[in-house]
């Protein structure tokens, strides 16, 4: 999962922070359904 994440964390740096955050909401979204 970790490595999910760090793969995931530069590609937002490219984007606004409103996409950023979209994509962090997401992002937790999938983890809490795996977990």
């Known amino acids: ?7 995931i964390l530069p590609l937002h740096y490219g984007h ?4 950023l955050f979209r994509r962090m909401i997401s992002l937790s979204g999938i983890l809490s359904s795996l977990i």
């Open 16 to 19: 606004p922070p409103e996409k």
């Open 1 to 7: 999962m970790q490595r999910k994440g760090t793969a």
